[in-house]
T-cell receptor
Framework: GENVEQHPSTLSVQEGDSAVIKCTYS??????FPWYKQELGKRPQLIIDIRSNVGEKKDQRIAVTLNKTAKHFSLHITETQPEDSAVYFCAADNTNAGKSTFGDGTTLTVKP | SAVISQKPSRDICQRGTSLTIQCQVD?????MFWYRQQPGQSLTLIAT?????????ESGFVIDKFPISRPNLTFSTLTVSNMSPEDSSIYLC???????????FGPGTRLTVL
């Protein structure tokens, strides 16, 4: 089955700096890669996603890149703000199989 | 998107008892999933709830311990049977809306087993 590794497990940045979280996956059949943000005590919520036919996608301060050959994808957050502090999960999904495999999560702390 | 509710939001149960968690969606969805999230941990898929047929369980999870029902396209239940303290966790349902791939999560049920 699919295996997703996520790094780092914790990340602390100064407000205004950039943050990068990286994930690797094992199953070449995976074709959809969402990122979720989970604030303390809340449900995971989708913040950005990318499909395997696209190399990069950007939404304001958030961007995701995908390297299919190397089987890795990354989340980039620029100009970080304290409200970006949360746990971020990457996932890899084979839409034909219909389920996602999640990474272990990255706890991001943005210090004011 | 979809509006998802879960009941109960939290419960404290005694060892050996069972708890049924309900997941209700405001629209018909193709896929419904049940996850477990232990404190500070990632999301572990328990099973896919199939409408009109038996749920599909992931490795390490069995129907006798986690029976699941899905009587229609908007509702599912997960029962945690014969509970032990190791079952203390947050249980979340998620759905895939028809035509989309993205999963939307319910608010979760925080279960504590004494």
């Amino acid at each position: 089955g699919e295996n997703v590794e996520q790094h780092p497990s914790t990340l602390s940045v100064q407000e205004g700096d950039s943050a990068v979280i990286k994930c690797t996956y094992s199953d070449s059949a995976s074709n959809y890669f969402p990122w979720y943000k989970q604030e303390l005590g809340k449900r995971p919520q989708l913040i950005i996603d990318i499909r395997s036919n696209v190399g990069e996608k950007k939404d304001q301060r958030i961007a995701v890149t995908l390297n299919k050959t190397a089987k890795h994808f990354s989340l980039h957050i620029t100009e970080t703000q304290p409200e970006d502090s949360a746990v971020y999960f990457c996932a890899a999904d084979n839409t034909n199989a219909g389920k996602s495999t999640f990474g272990d999560g990255t706890t991001l702390t943005v210090k004011p | 998107s979809a509006v998802i509710s879960q009941k109960p939001s939290r419960d404290i149960c005694q060892r050996g008892t069972s708890l049924t968690i309900q997941c209700q969606v405001d629209s018909q969805v193709t896929m419904m999933f049940w996850y477990r999230q232990q404190p500070g941990q990632s999301l572990t898929l328990i099973a896919t709830a199939n409408q009109g047929s038996e749920a599909t369980y992931e490795s390490g999870f069995v129907i006798d311990k986690f029976p699941i029902s899905r009587p229609n396209l908007t509702f599912s239940t997960l029962t945690v049977s014969n509970m032990s303290p190791e079952d203390s966790s947050i249980y979340l349902c998620s759905v895939e809306v028809r035509g989309l791939v993205t999963q939307y999560f319910g608010p979760g049920t925080r279960l504590t087993v004494l």
